[in-house]
């Protein structure tokens, strides 16, 4: 410790030198920890509700199922409920494409039982039962869109074209626990499948079917039994897990995630060349000041060890700042426009304390490594060499 | 053999037959030529000579920073030339000060950090160590200045600056090279007279390398080096 304020004080010498490199980590390990983060976000929705499966249209998820399959659905061994549930595509005001968010016709009385995730109270979930009207909306977008319990609201579908807007009550406000269910997405309103299915004169249908089953382990052996149910039939089904499920319909799959590992690694690595630049730079320009330290009696080991410790410093303070900076913009990505589209589809996203720890670790050995060749050069360059050069 | 060891034990430096030849591009050239020296504790020497004679060589070797490719430096008692690096650096941080022509002092650190820079080394408090610069900083008259940073300093106050981080450890042997060089007259005699002061005072043998007679006159010997050769040896 007692060579931290000489580093420091070298650190010092050239704020703009120091900063614009630190700068550079910053902004790796910014991109690091953000694309990271956007991968365990998506990690986490493939991997959550394993216990639940979807069975949707094997032609595509946008072409729907007749309502009678819930009744055979729920005679397969194995399963305990099953809930349909139709995207609305619901919008405020239906000349703007952009008021759309996140909402759907759910079979609520089986769809909430099989989702602990979403929270309500027995007399909150009681009031949306009882009113066909009702909805559940999350609090983000209780708080985006200013509406509490008790109001008022109009959705017009851009996919179920009834030509007049649906009229919905907002029953409660359910709440989302991150620490036991993270990612829950708390900016989803939720109505009733029937009011969706009365209104289309029953032709709705049902896009997708949640399926509860009790055994995890028998998702594929279940998944098969209920599609064969429906082989040859006019609508064959295709049944997958939840998480298989999520992944298709977030388009992101492993190519994308290798897409964005690449990407960040690329950037590493160019991050990497410009600070083992500005470090040899730096190093070079001081070599009288370490030959003079190498005569007073500073050993080349410990001469090697201090250039490194001050690339590691410059390291870890990009790393802090790219962090900072990364828990900032993670937390403003979702009201970006575009970006933001993408970004809601994994809500509460954050960087995780592992990853954090990962942007420190990485910041840290890209200084160590871009004050590698400087060290070794001052480590190796003799004396008399170094005080020659002046 | 053990009058030769009595001899060694009392002398601050001795070179026996030292050679030393740099490699530049493939040709070998001959800098130090057969130098034996015996330089008694407590001496002031000034080497003198043309640039390229080889006086800066030859205080290389002496303050072990350099390597003879033969003979023997003998330092104080300690073979120079038989110490590994690592014990090379040790002995120098405890045995020799350097007092270079461009003073060149740790531009990030005051007067007092630059001195006590050696003492970073040693396994001495914080405390202490800020003490026995502050000690130094007052053997060479710049107590006062011990916060200031090089550039709030004249070159003369640099070169003692330089002076008291040389012998903040209580070195053995002071070498300089050229230290009033950079200098103007005045401030050259006030560190020559400091340089006096200290091998008077406190016994310090200094080897200085210089152009200047007048510099050299302040020395009690001198010894003059032609092409890598010591005259009048």
């Known amino acids: 410790m007692k060579w931290m304020p000489f580093i420091l004080k070298h650190l010092r010498r050239n704020w703009i030198r120091t900063g614009s490199t630190a700068a550079a980590i910053a902004v790796c ?45 729920g005679t397969v061994p194995g399963v305990e409920r099953v809930a349909a549930a139709n995207y609305f595509g619901g919008m405020r005001d239906v000349n703007n494409p952009d008021s759309e968010f996140t909402n759907f ?14 929270m309500l109270t027995d007399a909150e979930e009681k009031a949306f039962l009882g009113d066909q009207h ?8 209780a708080e985006q869109f200013h509406w509490k319990a008790g109001d008022t609201l109009q959705l017009t579908s851009n996919i179920y074209r009834t030509g007049k807007p649906f009229d919905f009550v907002i029953s409660a406000i359910y709440q989302t626990d991150q620490v036991r269910y993270p990612g829950t997405d708390d900016a989803i309103l939720f109505f009733h499948h029937k009011y969706l299915d009365e209104a289309t004169g029953r032709r709705a249908g049902v896009r997708t079917f949640y399926v509860e089953i009790a055994d995890a382990r028998q998702a594929g052996v279940i ?29 992101l799959s492993g190519n994308l995630v290798f897409l964005l590992n690449g990407i960040g690694l690329a950037v590493m690595f160019c991050i990497l060349l410009v600070t083992a630049n500005t470090m040899s730079m730096a190093v070079r320009e001081r070599h009288t000041e370490i030959g003079v330290l190498k005569t007073l009696g500073f050993s080349g080991r410990l001469v090697l060890w201090l250039v490194l410790a001050e690339g590691a410093l410059l390291g870890v303070f990009g790393a802090a700042m790219g962090l900072l900076l990364g828990r900032f913009l993670i937390g403003i990505l979702p009201d970006l426009p575009v970006v933001g589209d993408l970004v809601r589809l994994f809500p509460r996203m954050n960087v995780p304390p592992a990853i954090a720890a990962a942007g420190m670790i990485i910041g840290m050995s890209l200084g160590l490594v871009a004050g590698l060749f400087p060290s070794v050069f001052a480590y190796r360059t003799r004396i008399t060499e170094l005080l020659r050069r002046a | 053999m053990l009058e030769g060891n009595v001899v060694a034990a009392q002398a601050a430096v001795q070179l026996n037959d030292v050679c030393k030849t ?20 407590g001496e002031f020497i000034a080497l003198m000579g043309p640039s390229g004679s080889g006086k800066t ?36 941080s405890r045995s020799v000060g350097f007092i270079f022509q461009f003073y060149n002092l740790i531009p990030v650190l005051t007067a007092a950090g630059n001195v006590e820079l050696p003492l ?38 640099e070169q003692r600056v330089a002076i008291a981080r040389a012998i903040v450890t209580d070195p053995h042997i002071l070498v300089a090279d050229e230290p ?34 007048r510099a050299a006159s302040r020395a009690h010997s001198q010894k003059h080096l032609e092409k890598g050769v010591l005259l009048g040896a």
């Open chain 2, 180 to 213: 009033t060089g950079d200098l103007d007259a005045k401030s050259a005699e006030e560190i020559l007279d400091l340089m006096q002061a200290l091998n008077r005072e406190f016994g310090k043998t200094i080897v200085m390398v210089t152009h200047d007679p």
């Open chain 1, 29 to 73: 390990i910014f991109l690091f920890c953000t694309l990271q983060t956007f991968v365990a976000s998506l990690h986490g929705a493939l991997t959550q509700g394993v216990v639940r499966l979807v069975t949707r249209n094997s032609v595509s998820r946008f072409v729907s199922l007749p309502n009678a399959y819930e009744e055979r659905i």
């Open chain 1, 223 to 251: 998944s098969h039994a209920i599609d064969d149910l429906f082989e040859n039939s006019e609508a064959e089904t295709h049944t997958e897990t939840e998480a298989q499920y999520s992944a298709n319909v977030g388009v």
């Open chain 2, 22 to 41: 740099y490699k530049r591009d493939g040709q070998y050239i001959p800098v130090l030529e057969h130098i034996g020296l015996f330089i008694p504790q």
């Open chain 2, 120 to 157: 970073m080394l040693s396994p001495l408090s914080k405390k202490q160590r800020r003490e026995r610069a502050l000690t130094a900083l007052r053997i060479v008259g710049l107590a006062d200045r011990a916060e200031h940073y090089p550039r709030q300093l004249s070159g003369g106050q």
């Open chain 1, 105 to 118: 016709a759910i079979e609520a009385e089986s769809f909430l039982a099989m989702y602990p995730e979403y």
């Open chain 1, 134 to 141: 009702g909805c559940i909306i999350g609090r983000a977008l």
């Open chain 2, 57 to 92: 060589t030859l205080l290389n070797l002496i303050a072990g920073i350099d390597r003879p490719t033969s003979g023997s430096v003998l330092v104080h008692g300690t073979e120079v030339t038989a110490l590994s690096e690592g014990a090379l650096a040790k002995w120098r």
